[in-house]
């Protein structure tokens, strides 16, 4: 299973960044550094999800589907939304 | 000629499969907990099959059936004039069949290590720690050997047969090879972890002065052990062994427990008794003159905590269950105590102690006497440590304690280890860390919630076993 994630999120990365040179998208420093927190919030909370349910502790995995997992996307939103304004400004 | 040509430039293509890599790496250090998709849709105690295993009809196996020709067997039949079947595993055979009087041979020749010596030149053959593990582990016979540390029935040169044996061959090896020679034996007989205690002016006091009848318990030069009318002789030159054995994890539907703790550790302390008086070692049972936690702590296995009776351990909380004290004169290197932090985080934590049924434990902080006035009044503890003391005036064992702790966590989400980690070096997030535990529902379950889960084989869940 994390071999496929491993690779999907590889490739959705190498596809992300392979897209945004085509488009000429410039992205700073600290709008990376927010996505990789995202993604890195979102990986920690599908291996806690996932854990936590091996574990028997079903409502452990659901809290983190709202404690970590809710951050995580709303870290990867906003560093989308800061690289997007930022085209749509510049 | 193709006018394709990709947008990707040489440079591009080999950064990306640098990503991907890295990509692969990051997910691959999140602890694999699911090994194939069949496992995660397994989820949730369902026994199905994975994918790849096909279901048949009822009476419909793999081997194919000649009912015609099947019959039940007939368990007086003869063959060569003896009981069906006839086999190689009896020497008795081998004297009316040629072929199984060739096998015997083969294996009275030392066939089964011959080959193993072929295939692992290095090996020498089995040893005394060899033919010591193997009466262990069979002692189904409960062969747990005298106080004086004298074992029945132990085979003391590889091949010959069992004997009383020779108190002048011992297993020879280092104390930090012993420990480890030890370790593995506890931990395959099923004990969860092992400490040694060296026996100083200090750790004498954690044995008591005597015995419940009076008999007095006292240090003695030699090695050899003794128990009489008039006193219970302790060398003083031996260690404490200390290990200890786990609840079964499905305690954490407590209080509907089971009893697999001390019913467990009891095969683990004959096996381990038996084990070091096959080696040639005094090994005597010391449990009821001395207190459990206080070695736990001291031989590092555990931390003392709010939970008071039981030690609690980084890796298993308070899931020690059987914790056995044994002096002995095995050359054991010694094992420092601990802090994981288990001390400090009990400070802010009391989950165990605010969960109590019968509010038979201690609210406050850790303390020199006891914080109830009765049990303080009766002085009904026992002084010089600052800890938490048990109100047991009070507590009726029905063990909620042990299902409570925030350590007591399995090892299937990585959050646990980073909990352990923060909870060693940053304390100030304790108090965070123990509402967190609480809110994300860890602890007791519903005991019928059991049945509804897949049991884990034997005893403990996988995940929860840690090395």
């Known amino acids: 299973m994390w071999l496929i994630i491993g690779l999907i999120a590889g490739a959705a990365v190498l596809g992300l960044v392979l897209w945004m040179r085509g488009k000429d998208v410039a992205v700073k420093w600290y709008e990376w550094l927010v996505g990789a927190l995202g993604l890195a919030l979102l990986l920690f909370t599908i291996q806690n999800y996932a854990g936590s349910l091996a574990e028997l502790e079903s409502t452990a995995a659901n809290m983190f589907l709202l404690v970590s997992g809710l951050p995580a996307i709303i870290l990867l939103a906003v560093s989308w939304q800061l690289v997007a304004r930022r085209q749509r400004a510049g | 000629m193709s006018k394709f040509h990709s947008t990707v430039s040489r440079r591009d293509f080999m950064k990306g499969l640098g990503l991907a890599g890295a990509g692969l790496g990051a997910a691959a250090a999140a602890a694999p907990v699911f090994h194939d998709l069949d496992e995660v849709t397994s989820i949730q105690g369902e026994t199905k099959h994975p994918w790849y295993v096909k279901e048949l009809e009822l009476e419909k196996p793999t081997v194919e059936m000649d009912w015609s020709t099947y019959q039940r067997v007939d368990r007086t039949k003869q063959v060569s004039g003896t009981r069906f079947p006839l086999t190689a595993t009896s020497s008795a055979h081998a004297k009316i069949n040629a072929t199984i009087a060739a096998a015997r041979v083969l294996k009275d020749s030392g066939h089964n290590i011959a080959w193993m010596k072929e295939k692992f030149p ?25 106080f004086e540390g004298v074992v029945d029935d132990v085979r003391r040169n590889p091949g010959e047969p069992l004997s009383i044996p020779a108190p002048d061959v011992k297993w020879q090896g280092t104390p930090e090879e012993n420990l480890k020679t030890l370790r593995n034996a506890a931990r395959f007989f099923g004990a969860a972890e092992i400490g040694v205690v060296p026996l100083t002016a200090n750790t004498k006091k954690l044995f008591n002065a005597n015995y419940r009848d009076g008999t007095p318990i006292n240090f003695v030069s030699g090695n050899e052990p003794y128990r009489n009318d008039n006193e219970i002789a302790i060398p003083s030159g031996h260690s404490v062994l200390f290990f200890s054995t786990l609840e079964s994890s499905q305690a954490r539907q407590a209080p509907a427990p089971t009893w697999t703790g001390y019913e467990h550790y009891s095969h683990v302390e004959r096996k381990i008794h038996y084990f070091l008086g096959a080696l040639g070692y005094k090994h005597s049972n010391v449990s009821s003159y001395t207190q459990s936690v206080a070695f736990g702590a001291f031989s590092g296995v555990c931390e003392s905590s709010r939970a008071c009776m039981i030690g609690t351990s980084y890796k298993y909380g308070n899931m020690y269950r059987g914790m056995h004290r044994i002096t002995t004169d095995f050359p054991l290197a010694p094992t420092s105590p601990v802090d994981a932090g288990i001390h400090k985080f009990c400070k802010d934590c009391r989950t165990c102690a605010e969960s ?11 303390s020199w006497e006891h914080e109830d006035t009765e049990e303080e009044t009766l002085k009904n503890y026992i002084p010089g440590f600052k800890g938490w003391r048990l109100l047991n005036l009070k507590c009726i064992r029905c063990k909620n304690c042990h299902t409570q702790c925030p350590f007591n966590s399995g090892d299937a989400a990585i959050v646990h280890d980073l909990v352990r980690a923060t909870a060693s070096t940053v304390p100030i997030f304790n108090g965070f860390l123990a509402n967190m535990h609480r809110a994300f529902g860890y602890g007791t379950k519903n005991p019928d919630e059991w049945w509804e889960n897949d049991a884990p084989i034997g005893l403990f869940d996988a995940e929860f076993v840690k090395p």
């Open chain 2, 122 to 146: 290095s090996y020498q053959g089995p040893d005394l720690r060899t033919e010591a593990m193997l009466g262990a582990s069979a002692t189904s016979r409960m062969n747990y050997g005298t």
């Open chain 2, 356 to 366: 109590c049924p019968y509010n038979a434990m201690p609210l406050g902080d850790a």
